[in-house]
Structure formats: structure tokens, C-alpha cells
């Protein structure tokens, strides 16, 4: 079965440092890999997805990740955080085509101060 | 632009109360979803449906069914609800094909507070 581990509920950050956000996957076949952000009060949006293409993903508002197969990881980094990237971040994984649902990490909330 | 919409931000109820949570997508998904999300645990998905009519199990199923009459429709019900049930509710849904990748979007949420 499926699973992702999110290491740490809580990372704080000042503004201007690098934010990194570890997830580890568990996947008896190669896996798509997606990275959701939640703002306070509203639903999910995604920033990124790996699908099987290239291993260094870019998503949206400057944050990328990268897949690691040797090391069943997809973490996501930024390299300089801004205020307005404080949010909820959550890890998930689906077995590929086909399958269609995915399975969710419990969340990291990101904190940034000035 | 993708728009899924629950009919509700925040709804409080009684113990005991039927309660129905709706869910409406524009954008002729066939996968619809139900999720809570609970503090420390993530998104647990409830309930999820790949076609009208039709309707799988999630993870945590107890205690809520679902309705798909219409193809943008979802609903989850609560056919008496426990104050266990306090949570954040969440609706998805995707393209049924392999060119999606499995892309869920998602609604605001609708947070129940049973009483």
C-alpha cells in the first residue's frame, strides 16, 4: 500500500532563508508524486507534480522538488522564503495511471517570520 | 478555470442531526471525492466516486454515505451526526484519464461543528 511521511509538523523559517519540506514515499510501483499548499481558511491547491518526466520539478511561486527514487524522498525547497508562504504543506502519492486516488501526508504548516 | 464549490463554509449542528454537505464541479470531472481533515492526521478520505451513481469506500467510511445522482453533484451525508464528526470537510474531483496524472482539485472546505 501506499504511504508518505511528512518529517516535521512545524518548520519555522525567516523571511529570506531556504524552506525545506521533507517527504518520503512508500510505492510498490513508480509512483506520481504531487505537493499541495493550503492558505488559512481555504481548500487545496496544488504547486507541483512529478509524473514520471523529469526528476527536478518547478512549480508555482518559486518552489521546486525533486524526485529520488534511491532514496523514496520528493522534498520541496524554495530558496528564498517570503512572508506569504506561510501555509499548510502536504505530500501525496498515487500508484500512476489508472489509480486514481491519492494518499496524504499529515501536513507541514510553514512558519515565516520577518 | 477549475471551480469546485461547496455549498457551506462552516455549519453547526445538533447531535443526531441529519446533515448533508454539498459539493458542485463545472468542469465535467467523472472522479469526485470527500475527505475530513483533522489536525495532526492530514486529509482521510471518506468516500469518493468515479461515476454517477457509483460510489467506493475510503478510508473512513463509518458513520457517512454519499449521493451521485448528477455528474457535478457530490454529497456527503451524516445520518445522525456525533460530535466526533466535528471536522474540516473537503471535496475534490479529477479527470478520469491518464493525461490528468491524477490532479484532485479541491473546494474551500466546509467546517462542521456538531454540538
Redesign the interface.
Known amino acids: 500500500a501506499q504511504s508518505v511521511t511528512q518529517l516535521g509538523?512545524h518548520v519555522s523559517v525567516s523571511e529570506g532563508a531556504l524552506v525545506l519540506l521533507r517527504c518520503n514515499y512508500s510505492s510498490s510501483v513508480p509512483p506520481?508524486l504531487?505537493w499541495?499548499v493550503q492558505y488559512p481558511?481555504?481548500?487545496?491547491?496544488?504547486l507541483l507534480?512529478y509524473?514520471s518526466a523529469a526528476t527536478l520539478v518547478k512549480g508555482i511561486n518559486g518552489f521546486e522538488a525533486e524526485f529520488k527514487k534511491s532514496e523514496t524522498s520528493f522534498h520541496l525547497t524554495k530558496p528564498s522564503a517570503h512572508m506569504s508562504d506561510a501555509a499548510e504543506y502536504?505530500c501525496a502519492v498515487?500508484e500512476g495511471?489508472?489509480?486514481?486516488?491519492?494518499v496524504?501526508?499529515?501536513?507541514t504548516r510553514l512558519l515565516v517570520s520577518p | 478555470d477549475v471551480k469546485?464549490t461547496q455549498s457551506s463554509?462552516y455549519l453547526v449542528k445538533r447531535t443526531g442531526e441529519k446533515v448533508f454537505l454539498e459539493c458542485v464541479q463545472d468542469m465535467d470531472h467523472e472522479?469526485m471525492?470527500w475527505?475530513r481533515q483533522d489536525p495532526?492526521?492530514?486529509?482521510?478520505?471518506i468516500y469518493?466516486s468515479?461515476d454517477v451513481k457509483m460510489k467506493e469506500k475510503?478510508d473512513i467510511p463509518e458513520g457517512y454515505s454519499v449521493s451521485r445522482e448528477k455528474k457535478e453533484r457530490f454529497s456527503l451525508i451524516l445520518e445522525s451526526a456525533s460530535t466526533n464528526q466535528t471536522s474540516m470537510y473537503?471535496c475534490?474531483s479529477?479527470r478520469?484519464d491518464?493525461v490528468a496524472?491524477?490532479?484532485?482539485?479541491?473546494?474551500?472546505?466546509t467546517r462542521l461543528s456538531v454540538l
Open positions: 509538523s506520481y504531487f499541495y481558511n481555504q481548500g487545496l491547491q496544488l507534480k509524473t502536504f498515487s495511471q489508472g489509480f486514481q486516488k491519492l496524504f501526508g499529515t501536513g | 469546485v463554509r472522479n471525492f475527505y495532526g492526521l492530514g486529509l482521510r478520505l469518493f468515479y475510503g473537503l475534490a479529477s478520469l491518464t496524472k491524477n490532479i484532485q482539485y479541491f473546494g474551500a472546505g
